[in-house]
């Protein structure tokens, strides 16, 4: 009968306690439920979807007040976190404020609909995947419809206020907003099945998140940018707008998994710290 090499033996006997260790902690079981809800499908539909509407609605949206309103391409520029010269690529890729509301057709506006309806759901299902809950009924669809609503209220403000351009206040007033839109979402898409309380965390986790994907996209999607664009041309742009949309699906459904772990993980640890802070017999 074929043995084990003592060293691999001994590898075994070293690392086997660490993983069950691993295994067993907040970290090994947001792995394991990470891959349960199928995170990198989801984010890959996430993106998708997304830029079948997020693309179009904040081009009409950013061009609905062309006096104080950005423009989406200067709008994305700065959700990228990209250094000028980059989004001067991005500016490139779509046209000027005022010439998107004139030439938006009503089957255009249709099609968005129905895509902005259908991410809506694919938004749903994600945060059911994390809760563990069953899908909703087929007449909850109207949740959909107000949650895109609202969503293009959000973007409308968020392209629009002036405040929000300010360095310090805005970026504060900027992450309260996203925290307290996330934290809705979660509410009104999981149709109340779930307790405010326990959709905070992950409404925090998903913008912290979201700040550290702007970081990461200042340090590597600016220098793509600019190396895709010299190969690729406009592709190599949009390839990289694509690659961000991923990393916020990532964000979006991982934060609110973290907000999960997190909810359930707190009081556990609670519990143990006040076991060990107990009086001594």
Do not use: C
């Amino acid at each position: 009968m074929p043995t084990k090499p003592s060293g691999a033996a001994d590898r075994s006997s070293l690392f086997g306690p660490l993983r069950r260790v691993i295994s067993r902690s907040p970290v090994g079981r947001g792995w394991r439920r990470s891959k349960a809800i199928e995170l990198w499908s989801r984010s890959l539909g996430f993106a998708a979807l997304g830029f079948l509407t997020l693309v179009p609605l904040l081009i009409i949206v950013s061009s609905a007040d062309p006096e104080h309103g950005r423009g989406f391409a200067q709008w994305l520029g700065e959700g990228l976190g990209v250094s000028r010269a980059s989004r001067r690529q991005v500016e490139q890729l779509f046209t000027p404020p005022g010439q998107a509301l004139r030439t938006t057709t009503a089957f255009g506006i249709a099609a968005l609909a129905v895509f902005g309806l259908t991410f809506g759901a694919a938004v749903q299902t994600g945060y059911e995947k994390v809760w563990g809950l069953p899908p909703a009924r087929w007449w909850a669809r109207w949740r959909h419809v107000v949650w895109l609503g609202v969503l293009t209220g959000y973007l409308y403000l968020s392209a629009t206020t002036t405040l929000l351009r300010q360095p310090l206040a805005g970026g504060a007033v900027a992450s309260l907003s996203a925290v307290l839109f996330l934290w809705w979402s979660q509410r009104l898409l999981l149709g109340g099945r779930v307790r405010w309380r326990a959709l905070l965390p992950g409404a925090v986790a998903t913008v912290i998140g979201l700040l550290g994907l702007r970081v990461f996209s200042r340090l590597a999607f600016s220098p793509l940018i600019a190396s895709n664009t010299v190969t690729y041309g406009p592709v190599g742009t949009v390839l990289v707008i694509q690659s961000w949309l991923v990393g916020v699906g990532v964000v979006v459904f991982g934060g609110a998994l973290v907000g999960r772990l997190l909810y359930e993980e707190l009081p556990r640890v609670a519990q143990a710290l006040k076991r060990r802070g107990g009086p001594q017999s």
